[in-house]
């Protein structure tokens, strides 16, 4: 989660439609500067190089931390329990067409 505030200014942010290394792109209203949704630095636009600051949700917790907290817990995903072992979206990240969407220069 990313602080809405740059310089002491605030943003509201929407989201582009865009992936840049496998990651969402948000943009600004304000100034449409498109930003990494992963490194929160701001990719292109008036505000370019600028950089967002992280914000916590949550702690974080590791899965066999957790496990062995709540040994009888159980996981909701969205298409149930995934017992594949392959990468499901091996093809996409191989792919020529997933270059990134933004070019950070």
């Not at 505030?5 to 500067?33: A, I, P």
């Not at 949550?58 to 159980?74: E, F, M, T």
């Amino acid at each position: 989660m990313w602080s809405r505030s740059v310089d002491g200014q605030e943003y509201t942010f929407g989201v582009s439609g865009k992936l840049w290394r496998n990651g969402l792109v948000m943009y600004d209203h304000q100034t449409d500067t498109l930003w990494s949704g992963v490194t929160g630095e701001a990719l292109q636009g008036p505000l370019k190089g600028k950089r967002l600051q992280i914000r916590t949700a949550g702690p974080k917790v590791r899965w066999r931390d957790w496990r062995a907290a709540y040994p009888q817990g159980q996981v909701l995903t969205f298409h149930g329990i995934q017992e594949r072992g392959e990468d499901v979206y091996a093809s996409y990240h191989t792919s020529a067409r997933t270059a990134s969407a933004v070019s950070p220069s």
